[in-house]
C-alpha cells in the first residue's frame, strides 16, 4: 500500500516526505522532483517568500544509485527562511486561516504555534511526493496534467484534450492556463487585487491519461475512487469544492443527456479497455467508484488567500478588543501553485489505487500483473 507522511513547519528547519509501497526497480532522478517544486513556486501571484526559498529534494533513504530498493523513500526540502524561534507572536487571527479554530483546538494563544504546520509551505512536501507517484506511474503510460481554469472569475476556454498540447501550452504560460487571452485578462486581476490588498481565487482542472480501468471499487464506500480523490484534493489548503466529470451541471441536466453511450472499436484507446469506448466523458472517467478506461476529469475551487495586505475584521484575542486581523507576508493568488499540488495530489491517490490493484514489490512484478490483467480485460 502506498502511504505518504509529512512533516515539517513553514518556517522550521526542512519539510519531509515519507513514501511507503514504492515498488523496487524505479529510477529517481532528483531533478524531476526539482521540477515540479519549481513549478510550485512559480505562477503571477506569488508573495516574497518564494523569492528566499530554492525548493529542492534531497533523497536520505530508500534508494541505491538512485534506484528504489522497496524500503520508505524520504526526501528533505530546505527552507532558507529557518526563523521559526525568532518571529513574533501572532494573537489577531485572520479569517478564513487556521488561526482562530486552532488556538481553540491546540490551547494556543500564540497563533504562530498554529500556523507554522497549517500554513501551505507544507504543500512542497505533498509535490515531492506526487513526482515520486508520477515516476512510477510514468512506466505505465499515465500521465496527470494540472493547470489553471479560472481565476477571480475570469474562466478559460480549454478546447485542447491531447496531453503533450495541453503540457505545451500550460508550461509556456505564466499562470499555468491554456488560454492565452484568459491569461492576460486573470493577470490583470491579480494585479489589481495586488494594488488593493486583497487576494484572488480561482479554478482548476485536472486530467489524467491512460489510467487502466478497474482502480477503485464499489465494494466498499472508502474504496470508491471518486470519494478518495475528492478527498485528496479537498485536503489541499484553501480549496472549498470539488467536481468530477460534468459535476454540478449534472444537476440540470436529463438522464439521456449526462450518460456516456457505450461502444465498441477494436483498437481503441491503445487497447487499455479491450476496445469500449465512449464519445463523451461526462462521468469523468469514474463509474461506480471505478475509472472506466476514460481520461479522469476534476476540477477545484480555490478560495482566495485569507492573509490580505488590507485586513479584515478580527478580535485581539489577549484583550478581546475589536482590532484589524495581522497583515502577515503572504500570496495575492496561489491558483496556479495549487494546480501543481493538485496535480501531485491527484497522481499520489490514482498511484495508490494502481498498486493497490497490481501490487508488486518489484517494478516487473508490477508490470506483469498489469499486463496479465490487460489480457484478462480484451478477451471479457
Ligand atoms: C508558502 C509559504 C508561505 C506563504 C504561503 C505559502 O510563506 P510565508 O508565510 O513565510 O510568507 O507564502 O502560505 C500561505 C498562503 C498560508 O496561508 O500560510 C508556500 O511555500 O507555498
Known amino acids: 500500500m502506498l502511504k505518504l507522511t509529512t512533516a ?15 515498488p523496487a526497480g524505479i529510477p529517481i532522478d532528483e531533478e524531476e522532483i526539482n521540477k515540479e517544486l519549481r513549478r510550485r513556486q512559480g505562477g503571477v501571484g506569488r508573495g516574497p ?19 528504489t530498493i522497496g524500503s520508505p523513500v524520504c526526501l528533505k526540502i530546505k527552507n532558507y527562511d529557518y526563523s521559526i ?18 488556538a481553540m483546538k491546540y490551547g494556543q494563544g500564540d497563533m504562530r504555534n498554529v500556523l507554522e504546520r497549517a500554513s501551505a509551505r507544507e504543500t512542497a512536501a505533498r509535490v515531492a511526493a506526487g513526482a515520486l507517484a508520477k515516476i512510477l506511474l510514468r512506466t505505465f503510460g499515465v500521465e496527470v496534467l494540472g493547470y489553471v481554469k479560472a481565476v477571480g472569475g475570469i474562466v478559460a476556454e480549454t478546447p485542447v484534450k491531447e496531453p503533450g498540447e495541453v503540457k505545451r501550452l500550460r508550461d509556456s504560460s505564466s ?10 485578462k486573470m493577470i490583470k486581476r491579480i494585479v489589481e487585487a495586488e494594488k488593493s490588498g486583497d487576494s484572488v481565487g480561482g479554478i482548476i482542472e485536472i486530467m489524467a491519461h491512460g489510467v487502466p480501468p478497474g482502480l477503485g ?8 475512487l ?32 449526462v450518460h456516456d453511450e457505450i461502444y465498441y472499436g477494436k483498437s481503441y484507446r491503445g487497447n487499455l479497455t479491450g476496445g469500449f469506448y465512449r464519445k463523451t ?31 479584515l475584521k478580527s478580535v485581539e484575542l489577549t484583550t478581546k478588543e475589536a482590532v484589524k486581523a495581522a497583515a502577515e507576508r503572504s500570496d495575492v493568488c496561489a491558483v496556479p501553485a495549487a494546480s501543481v499540488v493538485l496535480e501531485a495530489v491527484v497522481t499520489f491517490e490514482i498511484a495508490q489505487a494502481f498498486m493497490e490493484k497490481f501490487g508488486g514489490d518489484s517494478i516487473q512484478e508490477t508490470k506483469r500483473n498489469l499486463e496479465g490483467y490487460l489480457a484478462q480485460v480484451k478477451a471479457l
Open 281 to 311: 466523458n461526462n462521468a469523468g472517467g469514474l463509474e461506480g467508484g471505478i475509472t472506466n478506461g476514460e481520461p479522469i476529469v476534476l476540477r477545484a475551487v480555490m478560495k482566495p488567500i485569507p492573509t490580505l495586505r488590507k485586513p
Open 226 to 257: 471518486d470519494g478518495r480523490l475528492a478527498r485528496a484534493a479537498m485536503a489541499v489548503p484553501a480549496i472549498k469544492g470539488v467536481e468530477i466529470g460534468l459535476g454540478f451541471k449534472a444537476a440540470e441536466m436529463s438522464g439521456s443527456e
Open 85 to 102: 524561534d525568532r518571529l513574533p507572536e501572532l494573537t489577531r487571527p485572520r479569517p478564513g486561516h487556521a488561526d482562530l479554530a486552532g
Open 217 to 224: 471499487s464499489y465494494t466498499q464506500w472508502d474504496l470508491r
Open 8 to 22: 515539517g513547519e513553514s518556517h522550521g528547519k526542512c519539510l519531509l516526505t515519507v513514501v511507503e509501497g514504492l
Open 49 to 67: 517568500r518564494m523569492a528566499i526559498e530554492k525548493d529542492e529534494a534531497e533523497v536520505l533513504s530508500g534508494t541505491r544509485k538512485g534506484i
Open 175 to 184: 499562470l499555468y492556463c491554456l488560454d492565452k487571452r484568459a491569461e492576460e
